[in-house]
């Protein structure tokens, strides 16, 4: 009772601090978007962009090429392509990738693949069920379920492997005679006054070929060779996933996956098959200990095994001990920060990446598809590039519900699991956990937003800062000494200091105040009676 009284002490204040930071945020001209300006001003690399004068063999041309056909370029290709567009999608390798990445769609994900008409691409994959998480630490456990109970049946979150699901959705793409899709790695963007006409790339057998459109999509992923003439590209890799997969066991409870807030790694697992256990320990950049002389299976044994869940031990050892069986791959944070182009446009990993801990990457990816392919739909002239780019600069602030919402809780919580010899991080590790067992309004919304069902900074700000302060509360239970008001105090500072870093970082006026940026009032172009593009 004491802790939901807390709680609820703990929201009323958030609310209050909410409308007196937003208020006073709207009195400051804010320092990220000056920052952008004055970069817009600067001379733009001219990198992987090349004079249309070039010499290469053209391949004719289309309504919109697509630069990689991953989850957003498969999906956005699909969905251009049901509205009668003629695209071209140009993808490095059609082979069916062998990644770890990718693996987790949440129920909010899930949902913008019905809207796209896919949701039969995690089918006939052997892809799993997901209905939460489970967290554990020193001996405690807080069960976080997906708020689903107003939706149907089918509607839940999916793991699988990625490269079975982009490869369902390539097949659903070649299914469309009206878009063509083949293997070649695209070089540099031709452009001519300033304005992107097309593409110039490699096919199978080296042969250096162009293809031109009135748009261009690159979406070729979180490696883009290309995001350099296209955005202001600022990565971040915190820490490395180390990778592998377990089979032989069950996690505790079907349907969950597990997370072990543990020191010195939080420990993720997920199903991804029927037989397959997916297990990633999230480790600092500055920490990693090499595969090939043995040091990570060292550490994995000695470090992280011990912290693992006792029905799953024997499964982490032996996966550990099977040779080739252990990957890395970095976790790549990065804002979007684009660059307008007349004539091109960047979407997916290429524009935006987020902490994986989450599993919501494909699930930005896939709502920025749906609000990308919308703006598009009145659109039945693209050749004025000038003006299309100038209507299609709405989608960055339109995309901010979700992509800031999963971007900022991703890169959070990576932040609050990580191990830490600071004990006001200690203090909100447990804090969270004691907030999410409250049930009720404050596990349903924290979970609404894990699973991105709730796409909303105001909650999530609301949330975070209602956590924070039921901390507070709990350190100075049950007489608030000196040392436990310190405490709260570098509690309170820690959490908001980590918040309010991402917050920036995504843009404080799209993400709070999406009515005063100009780009959101942006209407269709009205085409010209008198000629026969947009003006």
Known sequence: MAEQYMAGVGGVIASLLGFVFLYCSSLIRFRGLKKLNRAASMGFPKKNRVNKTGKSEGVGTADIIIVGAGVAGAALAYSLGKDGR????????????????????????????????????????????????????????????????????????????????????????????????????????????????????????????????????????????????????????????????????????????????????????????????????????????????????????????????????????????????????PNKIMAAAPHLTPGALLIGDALNMRHAITGGGMTVALSDVVILRDLLRPLHDLSDASTISKYLESFYTLRKPMSSTINILANVLQKVFSASSNPAMENLQHTFLGYLRLGGMFSYGASAMLCGLCPSPLSLAFHFFSIAIYGVGRLLLPFPSPKRLWDGAKLLWVASSILLTYIYSEGIRQMFFPLTVPAYYRTPPKKDPKRNFMH
């Open 86 to 329: 003629r695209v071209r999608v140009i993808e490095r390798d059609l082979n069916a990738p062998n990644r770890m990445a990718g693996e987790s769609l949440i129920p909010g994900g899930y949902l913008k693949l019905i809207e796209l008409g896919l949701e039969d691409c995690v089918d006939e994959i052997d892809a799993q069920r997901l209905l939460g998480y489970t967290l554990y630490k020193d001996g405690k456990e807080a069960q976080v379920s997906f708020p689903l109970e107003k939706f149907q049946s089918h509607v839940a979150g999916r793991t699988f492997h990625n490269g079975r699901f982009v490869q369902r959705l390539r097949k659903k793409v070649a299914s469309l005679h009206n878009i063509s899709l083949e293997q070649g790695t695209v070089t540099s963007l031709i452009e001519e006054n300033g304005i992107v006409k097309g593409v110039q790339y490699k096919n199978e057998s080296g042969q250096v070929l162009t293809a031109y459109a009135s748009l261009t999509i690159v979406c070729d992923g979180c490696f883009s060779n290309l995001r350099r003439s296209l955005c202001y590209p600022k990565v971040d890799i915190p820490s490395y996933f180390v990778g592998f997969i377990l089979t032989n066991c069950n996690l505790p409870t079907k349907n969950y996956g597990a997370i072990i807030l543990a020191h010195p790694s939080p420990i993720v697992f997920s199903p991804i098959s029927s037989t397959e256990i997916r297990c990633m320990v999230n480790v600092p950049s500055e920490k990693v200990p090499s595969v090939s002389n043995g040091e990570m299976a060292c550490y994995l044994k000695t470090q992280v095994a011990p912290k693992v869940l006792p029905e799953l031990y024997d499964s982490f050892i032996s996966a550990i001990e099977k040779k080739g069986n252990i990957r890395i791959a």
